[in-house]
């Protein structure tokens, strides 16, 4: 009888550990002293089962199938990978709205590759910001004209007009004997439209001076005036180049440097030269170092797109409390900066703890909201000063008001 039972047993548990289709164990052929660890090898056959699924959809990357139940010990190392890549998902894709001050520290060797592409982006960004200074440095050139030639003018884009300093008359226009099809602004013999014209014609100096205006219909020009004897008269000539093409390609390259793609406000990098400039211009100013209480915990349990929404309503609280030139950053996932021209951290801490019981009190959602910061003033005497220390004076002043709040709620 000894030797049925264990043999029986014996091929269920190599079933369970060999096959791909297990053998069912029906327990009533077992005599009662062997059932008990009939039912025992039964669950150990469904945790294995659960497992083997669990560990299929995982190395497939499907990270929404079902989850073993929590008393299956087989699968505990599975689920903090499960936790581990669904965090890792959403950091990917904080990295491909632009977020690159994402890093990964729970990986291994995978964490090193993370962190070597999100600095190459981080170098790219700044390459980008680069690219845009230098198309900023082009718009602001604009070659001088030591005389003006007739003949080679008209046959140029640019506008390029005489104006008589006295009485303010056009007395020559490079585009007047051209008048089927011509695009001029400006000049009166064009028969021109008068968007800002009067703003040109009015200009007057002893030098040569390049310039820019923004017209009433959205163009951008670039105008480059200097005093001129035209025909024995003192005039002014102004060339006149239409440049709204090369803004529109800055402004799009500033955007994509300077703005957080996930919320709207400024990033990262908008946050360090504003604070280069106001340690370096030594200004008195107020940083309020915010964090996003929880975040995780929403991403892991209501998903990355509810932890997006999380996000946006605490932008949405902190641009509503404060004015909108204060300057307003992301800096990271979770992490915000306030940046409050002079020394007002009574006014800040105020504002920040009525923002935050406008956040509880206002709160439609299933799970708790809140933040937490920390302040710290510069006071615009220190030459040593440096950001790092700022940031990590107010990171530290952040965690121990979120320490604080901990206590209290315990």
Known sequence: MENRNCEMLFEYLRSILYDSTIETLDISRLDEPYRKLGRGMQFLQHAVEEMLAYSADLSRGNLSGPVPEKDNFLCVNLKNMHANLNHLTWQAEQVAAGDYSQQVSYLGEFSRAFNMMTSQLREREAELKREAEKLQKRAEVIEGYNELLMKMTRHRSEWVFVVDADNREVVYCNKEENLEGLESEFCQKCKCENYNRDKIIQWEGDSQEVWELETVNGKYLRINSYPLVWHGRSSYVHV???????????????????????????????????????????????????????????????????????????????????????????????????????????????????????????????????????????????????????????????????????????
């Open 240 to 410: 006149v180049a239409d440049i709204t093409d090369e803004r529109h390609r800055e402004k799009r390259l500033s955007d994509k440097a300077y703005f957080d793609s996930g919320t709207g406000i400024r990033n990262r990098l908008f946050f360090e030269e504003q604070m280069e400039r106001i340690l370096k211009e030594k200004k008195p100013a107020t940083i309020c170092y915010l964090d996003v209480d929880g975040l995780k915990y929403v991403n892991d349990r209501y998903g990355h797109l509810e932890g997006d929404h999380y996000i946006r309503e605490f932008v949405s609280l902190i641009q509503k409390n404060f004015r909108s030139d204060d300057v307003f950053t992301r800096i990271g996932g979770d992490e915000f900066c306030l940046v409050l021209a002079g020394l007002h951290e009574n006014l800040a801490r105020r504002k920040l703890e009525e923002a935050r019981a406008e956040f509880a009190e206002n709160n439609r959602n299933v799970y708790p909201v809140s933040f937490s910061y920390g302040i710290y003033q510069i006071d615009g005497n220190s030459d040593d000063l440096t950001m790092e220390d700022i940031i990590r004076q107010a990171d530290a002043r952040m965690y121990d008001y979120k320490r604080e709040n901990k206590e209290e709620r315990v």
